[in-house]
């Protein structure tokens, strides 16, 4: 299982930004998918998840308010829309995929069995 994260870049205090996630895996839809971040220094953090069906979806508490996740299982794409970025949002942003579990996303990294390799979005003030 392959994911393809994009989107991130270098924006200002207050824009927003969409990530997104391509996963190489015809049964996409057999997959809770979840978003994480990690600044230097820091420790991944889990920021959203939606379930297999995208009925269900969960939040961290550090953008809770400020981002949205949704899917897509017939373009097995996963995304992340982030609203009013500021300079504490800058990290690197992961996208993964959980096998086990069905309809409540886990905030656990090592529930996820598959990542992508990152997208940086800097936010400068």
């Known amino acids: 299982v392959q994911l393809q994260a994009s989107g991130g870049g270098v924006v200002q205090a207050g824009d927003s930004l969409r990530l997104s996630c391509v996963v190489s895996?015809?049964?996409?839809?057999?997959?809770?998918m979840g978003w994480f971040r990690q600044a230097p220094g820091k420790e991944r953090e889990f920021v959203a998840g939606?379930?297999?069906?995208?009925?269900?979806?969960r939040y961290g508490d550090s953008m809770k308010g400020r981002v949205t996740i949704s899917r897509d299982n017939t373009k097995n794409t996963v995304s992340l829309q982030m609203n009013s970025l500021n300079s504490d949002d800058t990290a690197v942003y992961y996208c993964?995929?959980?096998?086990?579990?069905?309809?409540?996303?886990?905030?656990?990294?090592?529930?996820?069995?598959?990542w992508g390799q990152g997208t940086q979005v800097t936010v400068s003030s």
């Open positions: 993964a995929a959980d096998p086990r579990h069905i309809v409540v996303a886990t905030t656990t990294p090592s529930d996820y069995d598959f």
């Open positions: 895996e015809r049964t996409f839809g057999s997959y809770v």
């Open positions: 939606i379930s297999r069906a995208g009925r269900s979806t």
